[in-house]
């Protein structure tokens, strides 16, 4: 079984909220990527979300444009990160979604990638700017090797496309939080609660909630309310402002587990 | 998504409603000094010794270019919507003061994103957008110019879509954009073909326009599409040369990829990351083209060639000189195109030459690059 699916059942029987991790592969480099997800496995991620660099990241705030423009300049490609999660996949069996726009996959070719991606160890991809609607190529391709397709909701979808979003999903939803790009936010949108309630009356599958949830009590608050909590510019700034140095995945593995204390330290909905 | 509906769903509304389509007429009319002429360039013709030209002078509507036929259009249906602001990109500035001007005339908030690049090239058009009561946002990642300033407002649009309207500029970006587009600059082919019926009582033989995200090119030639006799040439920027980084000619050195939530030909590296582009025209530089651009390459329905920034700056000067119209460097590339094709042409032919935009913005920059023989020498 796809160890998303795997890892999400899991929680299921143990009421407990997934908490997703996102960095951007290759920022600051690869083998440095490898160190962070090895630390994010030990402050108990459940998934991680491996972001594929692109130079025009129309979906992203300004933290994840960075660190996106950082790893290109370093040499990250969609191909040297599949190799890199090849090679973690002798050590780690921890639940791995790509994070990528389309067009390094459609320049990579949707069979080849595919193909590779799941022979990688991949277990998932999330496209940020390929509706549902667009996307039946790019998911036969994904469902024939087995990886989840994983695809965005946001806070105007209305009930029908909530309806076919959830359809096209495998693994989990992700629910964006609120209206605009990736980034941290001061709060939370007030109506949280109302719209995933909105959600889960359309489908049982997993919702993990992201954009803009940058601290341990906001991670608390999604908690009770989502099956997953999505943490990703937060933690792409403190590995920018930390740096490219030897202790840096020790001192994010420090702020994941707060994060994780948080994320766990409440029943999930259900 | 919800976005794209919702505008997909007022316009296919505001399209069957008469009313709207009035408005939009008496403003095109009374306020853009629509229809624009079209021109015998009777000099710029014996110059060249082949087909008759015809220049369309959309360099003489309010604003000085096409840019307003569409903006104006977009600001009615943002009003009709309900939306109080509206956000707009710009690079070489056309669109940005468009949208500034008809945001004026109809009391909507107006934001530009623009490059801190294109802003330092072309400081008069921030100024006449301020002037107008826009503010002009100034856009410093990636490679500071069109490309980047429209990432910017689509993250500004996703944001903020529930008050505020994204006018996109060209006939790119995701459905509907480019078919709203592409209707609202339509116009200036179908007051082609009446204007050139009067004058010569057919069809022409061949129409030329630049190409850059394609909207004055598709708003010339989609009247045309159906005529199976008219040849159709799109001029990209071919920049210095044909080569990574150096120009502007995705069908020349592009190929299929999506940027910007269209699907069309990309200038891109091998693993999918978007190249940088050079030309002399602003206007012009973009790593896209509108896909339905791509459409009529792949059919063959519309050629596309491109004009290097030497010979536009040539075009610039001789259409200056011999017609007393400074064109924009954009429609320079065209001009360029149809100095290569007239003398080849027979004198019966006619050919159409979009001139989009009036180089005035273009004065200062151009100078640069052109060494001004000193005239009148004794």
């Not at chain 1, 609607?133 to 695809?151: H, I, M, P, R, S």
């Not at chain 2, 369309?56 to 919507?81: P, S």
């Not at chain 2, 978007?274 to 390459?297: K, M, N, Q, R």
């Amino acid at each position: 079984m796809n160890r998303i699916e795997q890892r999400f059942r899991e929680l299921r029987e143990k009421r407990e909220t997934a908490f997703i991790p996102y960095i951007t592969a290759g920022d600051p480099s690869l083998e440095q990527t490898a160190r962070i997800v090895h630390a994010l496995e030990a402050a108990g991620a459940d998934v991680i979300e491996f972001g594929v660099p692109f130079s025009d990241p129309v979906g992203d705030g300004q933290v994840i444009q960075e660190a996106a423009q950082r790893a290109l300049n370093k040499g990250a490609t969609l191909r040297k990160i599949l190799a890199l999660i090849g090679a973690m996949r002798e050590k780690t069996q921890v639940p791995i979604l790509l994070f990528s726009y389309f067009n390094p996959i459609l320049a990579y070719g949707m069979e080849a990638f595919a193909r590779d991606a799941a022979k990688a160890g991949a277990d998932g991809v999330l496209c940020v700017d390929l509706p549902p609607e667009e996307a039946g190529e790019y998911k036969a391709a994904l469902d024939a090797n087995g990886l989840c397709t994983v695809f965005l909701m946001a806070p105007t979808s209305s009930d029908e496309r909530i309806e076919l979003i959830a359809r096209h999903c495998t693994g989990f939803i992700y629910y964006v939080s609120r209206m605009g790009v990736t980034g941290e936010r001061a709060a939370l949108a007030a109506d949280l609660g109302e719209v995933l309630e909105r959600i889960h009356r359309h489908t049982d599958k997993p919702v993990a909630v992201g954009f803009g949830i940058s601290t341990p009590e906001q991670a608390h608050q999604v908690a009770g309310l989502a099956e997953g909590v999505v943490v990703g510019s937060a933690l792409v700034r403190l590995i920018a402002t930390l740096g490219d140095v030897k202790d840096m995945p020790d001192k994010v593995q420090a702020f994941a587990r707060e994060l994780v204390q948080a994320a766990k330290g409440r029943q999930s909905r259900r | 998504m919800y976005a794209l509906s919702e505008l997909e769903d007022a316009y296919a509304k505001a399209k069957e409603d008469t009313a709207f389509q009035e408005m939009l007429s008496g403003y095109l009319k009374t306020y853009v000094g629509r229809p624009t002429p079209l021109y015998f360039a009777q000099r710029f013709t014996e110059h060249l010794g082949g087909a008759k030209v015809y220049f369309k002078r959309e360099d003489l509507a309010h604003t000085g270019a096409h840019k307003i036929n569409n903006a104006l259009g977009q600001c009615l249906l943002a009003k009709r919507m309900g939306k109080t602001r509206v956000i707009a990109e710009t690079g070489a500035g056309q669109h940005g003061v468009a949208t500034a001007t008809a945001c004026a005339l109809l009391g909507l908030e107006c934001d530009v994103y623009m490059g801190t690049e294109d802003m330092e090239r072309q400081a008069l058009n921030v100024f006449r957008m301020r002037l107008l009561g826009t503010r002009v946002l100034p856009v410093d990642s990636g490679s500071k110019t069109l490309k980047d300033a429209i990432n910017e407002a689509m993250r500004d649009w996703v944001a903020n879509v529930r008050h505020t309207h994204y006018c996109l500029g060209t006939v790119h970006g995701p459905h509907p954009f480019p078919l709203i587009c592409r209707d609202f600059q339509s116009i200036i082919g179908r007051e082609t073909r009446r204007q050139l019926a009067e004058v010569e009582g057919r069809l022409p033989d061949v129409m030329i326009a630049c190409v850059g995200g394609g909207s004055n090119a598709i708003g010339l030639f989609f009247d045309f599409i159906g005529d199976g006799s008219v040849r159709m040439i799109g001029v990209e920027a071919g920049g210095t040369q044909i080569a990574p980084g150096m120009h502007a000619a995705r069908f020349a050195g592009g190929t299929v990829g999506m940027l910007q939530g269209a699907m069309s030909y990309v200038l891109q590296d091998e693993n999918g990351q978007i190249g940088t582009t050079h030309s002399v025209s602003a206007g012009l530089d973009y790593a896209s083209v509108g896909p339905e651009h791509a459409f009529f390459f792949r059919s063959g329905r519309i050629e596309y060639t491109h004009a290097s920034d030497a010979e536009a700056l040539e075009a610039f000067q001789c259409c200056a000189k011999l017609e007393g119209i400074i064109p924009a460097l954009e429609s320079a590339h065209a001009v360029a195109h149809a100095m290569k094709l007239v003398p080849t042409l027979g004198r019966d032919q006619i050919v159409i030459v979009n001139m989009s935009g009036r180089g005035d913005k273009d004065v200062q920059h151009a100078s640069r690059f052109i060494a001004l023989e000193e005239e009148n020498k004794g």
